[in-house]
């Protein structure tokens, strides 16, 4: 195990009435399943903050369902919003999750260059799905549609782009790993290896959050 | 859960997915007529089946993974 060191000292009472001592906090990086958590810290906290992200877009969704169920009128997605691009982004998430388990089991397997290879179709990927959803906007927005059009736009808007933005996230977490941060695998595969699949996990989970918007959103 | 284990519940959800929007896609051919909403019926029902093989076949590949 390995363990990092926080260096930023943390105010404590000295035992004098005085805040003025410094303690130091250890975070352990494991690297191996924890007995009490059956997983490595980097796993779980990964596992926490997708909890928070089911629990905001969880509330985006009832939001939708709200707000659809008690509107006199509510516009079919499919005569509103371009259903082939969608079907494109939908294809092309699904693929990214494919690529990025690629990546994360040549990592396993040793194999820096593959990885590396399946990493950049990943981001490449997240990118063209950002300029296809660009596409889309730059459309609605021609015709006139804004989150202040209405409740349908307004819930499109908020959702998609909240997606998108965690597209975003996930493009440079990527980058990073293909570039400067694939240096870590010179000195702790297992840490880089780990790094990726904390990464594939979260971009599953954007995978997933489209694969519910899609129907929802474009169908319904 | 690992990333193989949550790549296996994605891939079951993209074939549901996959079959539910195929069957809309059909469905609105029916009611509409248009052949643009039966190719893309056939288009999901076909990725329904794709993604299917590949689940089998990258369970397989997962158990062979160090």
Redesign the interface.
């Known amino acids: 195990m390995t363990t990092t060191t926080l260096t930023h000292p943390v105010p404590v009472d000295d035992g004098h009435g005085h805040g003025g001592g410094h303690h130091e906090i250890e975070i352990p990086y494991t690297l191996h399943p924890r007995p009490d958590t059956g997983m490595y810290n980097g796993?779980l906290g990964i596992?926490l903050f997708l909890a928070s992200e089911v629990m905001l877009f969880g509330a985006l969704f009832s939001t939708l369902i709200l707000l659809r169920t008690s509107a006199p009128s509510w516009p079919h997605g499919?005569q509103e919003l371009n259903?082939p691009l969608a079907?494109l982004n939908?294809?092309i998430l699904?693929g990214s999750?494919?690529t990025v388990?690629l990546a994360?089991?040549n990592l396993?397997?040793g194999d820096l260059r593959k990885g590396k290879i399946f990493l950049s179709i990943t981001l490449l990927c997240g990118l063209g799905f950002m300029v296809i959803k660009s596409i889309e906007y730059a459309t609605k927005f021609r015709h006139h549609h804004f989150p202040s059009t209405n409740n349908f736009f307004a819930t499109y808007f908020v959702m998609t782009g909240l997606h998108g933005l965690h597209v975003l996230g996930g493009m440079i977490v990527f980058g990073y790993l293909i570039g400067p941060g694939a240096k870590l695998w010179e000195t702790n595969r297992d840490q880089y290896t780990n790094r990726v699949?904390v990464t594939?996990?979260y971009w599953?989970f954007v995978?997933?959050v489209w694969?519910f918007l899609?129907?929802i959103l474009y169908?319904l | 859960?690992?990333?193989?284990a949550?790549?296996i519940v994605?891939i079951v959800?993209?074939v549901m997915?996959s079959l539910?929007?195929g069957v809309?896609g059909v469905r609105?051919y029916r009611i509409e007529g248009t052949t643009g909403a039966l190719a893309?019926g056939v288009?999901?029902l076909l990725?329904a089946v794709a993604?299917v093989i590949?689940g089998m076949n990258?369970v397989r590949?997962?158990r062979e993974?160090?």
Request: glycine residues 2%; hydrophobic residues 60%.
């Open positions: 796993k596992w499919w259903i079907t939908t294809f699904i999750s494919v388990v994360w089991a396993r397997l699949e594939g996990l599953h995978d997933l694969i899609f129907p169908l | 859960m690992s990333l193989r949550f790549h994605f959800v993209s997915l539910y929007v809309w609105q893309f288009i999901f990725a993604l590949y990258v590949k997962f993974l160090p």
